[in-house]
């Protein structure tokens, strides 16, 4: 059925997640997940 999360490294999930959150969304005015995550962080 699958793999099981716990089989999943930390390394595989950068892999594969990496990509998607450095393209820039239309619903976060066109920045990346990354500049948005970024940004939070130091906004506090």
């Known amino acids: 059925m699958g793999?099981?999360?716990s089989k999943?490294?930390?390394e595989?999930?950068?892999e594969a997640f990496?990509?998607?959150n450095d393209r820039?969304?239309?619903v976060?005015?066109?920045g990346t997940v990354?500049?948005?995550y970024q940004e939070m962080l130091?906004?506090?």
């Open 18 to 20: 990496g990509p998607i």
């Open 28 to 30: 976060l005015g066109y």
């Open 12 to 14: 595989e999930t950068r």
């Open 34 to 36: 990354n500049e948005v």
């Open 8 to 10: 999943v490294t930390g």
């Open 42 to 44: 130091h906004s506090t």
């Open 3 to 5: 793999t099981g999360i």
């Open 24 to 26: 820039s969304k239309k």
